[in-house]
């Protein structure tokens, strides 16, 4: 059954890129079906149908939904291209491309998010990278080939990076994860581990845009058409997460490979979460805006991973922190993002400046998107809240067994890290609250007085999207569940 999480979103894009399909009712229909089927693998009712496996040209293409992680990623995957096919509208004469570009990125990022094999994994996020960067070039916004052309080469920069680490790390212990898993367990040797930890945090961190090289990520958001905003930022950008604690975890004791990089990435982090914060606090637009703190929430994530690294693999917090974060931030950026267009073409611009009093001409909008801001910045009792507040326990989880040493009054790198990251709850409240402000309250602007209202359907995605905020920041255990 997996497959057809794969092949239902490609067929779709075959019956509207080839057979003229219409194109909106038809990526309806696909989401649909494997939002269901995705739901009816995950809860167990098929329980005896939760692996695929074939022989493609010589590689394995084994889907496996036995992680928690991968049913979690899964769940992400499908609410997300569910959201962005019923809530976005396409202009006349793009609407094949429109929908096909989420359709895609859906089927990549799911097949990556269910791949026991690496190579596969790997395979099925460049298949995903490809309508991201198309839909830039054509459709986006501002100097989209200038903007298109950066991303191009940075992520296929680090995808090249990337390949070579899974390449030396599989030719040693295996090119799956559960044979990686095995071969650990049997005691075999791995040699040259520093560097290929080294290139997968590379790798894995480019794609995810940890700073420094992060510069890509927020022009390409901007820029981007909505759908690609939403499903690249929502959902793909979380491959290379799920890579580096997939691996942590099938490596074991191995995972000591990434602790000689641990100091240099708790830099890094902080520089998402503390300079990146930063420069989101001073945008002008609200695509910049969104953009920019896509890019510094990934630090926390990081943070987990730095954490688990420290504890040499036994950091249950940091596990489950970073995989509530990730579903958490998907989905409240997605909605975001889905405003982001929605003010757009209401009001034709994006600059907070020019926007003012749009509450009055659109208070559904208003409500929800204050949710998902407050969502955003860690708002208890919406989703992003759990996931934070166990990455901060993480980091002074059991901190006493790290084998990092200890420095500035006893603490280690990590604890000091984990404080100065605290201060990022306090830039994500400023720039969130001030935008909203600034958008939404004071008196009405022109441009917002152009504002006629939602339609049925962005109502209908904007409160689903709403609705699994509410849902996991209120019951973060129907996620957690999957770890037992």
Same mark, same amino acid.
């Given at each position: ?38 739901? &009816? ?107 298109? &052309? ?65 510069? &890509? ?268």
């Amino acid at each position: 059954m997996l497959i057809w999480l794969i092949l239902i979103p490609m067929l779709a894009a075959a019956l509207i890129g080839l057979a003229k399909a219409p194109a909106r009712p038809t990526a309806i229909l696909s989401a649909v079906l494997t939002l269901g089927l995705g739901i &009816w693998a995950v809860s167990g009712f098929d329980a005896a149908d939760t692996s695929f496996w074939t022989q493609i040209g010589g590689v394995s293409l084994q889907l496996t939904l036995a992680p928690a992680l991968a049913k979690i990623m899964l769940i992400l995957t499908l609410l997300v291209t569910f959201a962005t096919v019923l809530g976005t509208k396409a202009p006349e004469g793009s609407k094949a491309s429109w929908y096909n570009s989420a359709l895609l990125i859906s089927a990549g990022a799911t097949g990556a998010f269910l791949s026991d094999n690496i190579i596969a994994f790997f395979s099925f996020h460049e298949l995903a990278l490809i309508p991201t960067f198309v839909m830039i070039g054509f459709f986006g916004r501002g100097d989209r080939r200038t903007i298109a &052309w950066k991303a191009t080469l940075y992520l296929g920069a680090a995808s090249m990076v990337l390949l070579v680490g899974l390449i030396l790390l599989g030719s040693q212990l295996g090119y799956t994860f559960s044979g990686i898993a095995a071969s650990v367990a049997a005691g075999a040797p791995l040699e040259y581990g520093h560097a290929i930890a080294g290139l997968l945090l590379v790798g894995f961190g480019t794609l995810v845009s940890l700073f420094p090289f992060h510069s &890509w990520a927020a022009p390409a958001y901007a820029s981007a058409p909505t759908p690609v905003a939403m499903m690249h930022a929502g959902v793909l950008k979380k491959f290379g997460l799920y890579g580096l604690f997939m691996f942590a975890s099938v490596l074991g004791n191995k995972i000591d490979i990434f602790a000689g990089w641990n100091n240099l990435l708790l830099i890094c982090l902080l520089g998402n979460i503390i300079w990146v914060g930063y420069v989101t606090v001073n945008q002008k637009r609200l695509d910049y805006l969104l953009g920019n703190s896509s890019v510094m929430h990934m630090g926390y994530i990081f943070l987990a991973f730095a954490a688990l690294v420290a504890a040499n693999g036994h950091n249950e917090w940091a596990v489950k922190g970073a995989a509530l974060l990730m579903l958490a931030h998907g989905i409240s950026i997605a909605l975001l993002f889905l405003f982001c267009g929605q003010i757009e073409s209401q009001t034709r611009t994006l600059e907070i400046g020019a926007l003012g009093g749009l509450g009055g001409k659109l208070p559904v909008m208003a409500f929800l998107f204050g949710l998902a801001g407050m969502a955003s910045i860690g708002l208890p009792g919406l989703a992003n809240f759990p996931g934070e507040l166990c990455i901060f326990f993480s980091g002074f989880a059991d901190w006493s067994a790290s084998d990092i040493t200890k420095c500035c009054l006893g603490l280690g790198p990590v604890q000091i890290a984990t404080i100065v990251a605290l201060w990022g709850l306090v830039i994500s409240a400023i720039y969130m609250l001030r935008a909203y402000r600034n958008i939404f309250q004071g008196d009405l602007s022109r441009a917002s007085d152009r504002a006629a209202g939602l339609t049925a359907s962005d109502r209908a995605a904007a409160i689903f999207l709403a609705a699994m905020l509410v849902l996991f920041g209120m019951y973060p255990a129907s996620i957690l569940g999957f770890f037992a």
